[in-house]
T-cell receptor, first 107, second 115 residues
């Protein structure tokens, strides 16, 4: 079977750092995506990891450990506009999404 | 570059009625996806096309849902008859090719409310 787990909600303060974890169990693996989705909008691509390690892109970084079935998205210098849902998605022969983590940013 | 286009943006229908959603993917994208996203959940893949062929429709409720991509470009998703639990956002997405690191680009979605 296929299963993707991520926390339902998280809260952080503007200017701080937050880490959103994702664990997965899938029959195959062709990479892991992170998407950002603001309320009422479509998901937008943030990052893609296929090899173990950290990928950094500005304020956002994504980490993957294939042996542990684990990834995290790290957001630095949080801004109010980062309030959104963050979706972890695993690619096999198709791309399966987790339920998403709603991130609330407090001023 | 134009993004994924979807219509209508919003639709309210009564249960047992029918509805159709249209999608035009990004030009040149061979793979087209329809996802269903219920409020508070992640997108669930309903059907995936590669050009005009179906790659995966294992989670499509075929007794009421149908989809086609006749000329390998735009696509329609139909629900007939609709049930209350079909209330969701229907997201169309496209990618250059089937997944092997190809980013999926989403349209703005078609919001369906069944009353």
């Amino acid at each position: 079977g296929q299963n993707i787990d991520q926390p339902t909600e998280m809260t952080a303060t503007e200017g701080a750092i937050v880490q959103i974890n994702c664990t997965y169990q899938t029959s195959g693996f062709n990479g892991l995506f992170w998407y950002q989705q603001h309320a009422g909008e479509a998901p937008t691509f943030l990052s893609y990891n296929v090899l173990d390690g950290l990928e950094e892109k500005g304020r956002f970084s994504s980490f993957l450990s294939r042996s542990k079935g684990y990834s995290y998205l790290l957001l630095k210098e949080l801004q109010m506009k980062d309030s959104a849902s963050y979706l972890c998605a695993v690619g096999d022969d198709k791309i399966i999404f987790g339920k998403g983590t709603r991130l609330h940013i407090l001023p | 570059e134009a993004g994924v286009a979807q219509s209508p943006r919003y639709k309210i229908i009564e249960k047992r009625q029918s509805v159709a959603f249209w999608c035009n993917p990004i030009s040149g994208h061979a793979t087209l996806y329809w996802y269903q996203q219920i409020l508070g959940q992640g997108p669930k893949l309903l059907i995936q096309f590669q050009n005009n062929g179906v790659v995966d429709d294992s989670q499509l409720p075929k007794d009421r849902f149908s989809a086609e991509r006749l000329k390998g470009v735009d696509s329609t998703l139909k629900i007939q008859p609709a049930k209350l639990e079909d209330s969701a956002v229907y997201l169309c997405a496209s990618s250059l090719a089937q997944h092997s690191g190809n980013t999926i680009y989403f349209g703005e979605g078609s919001w369906l409310t069944v009353v």
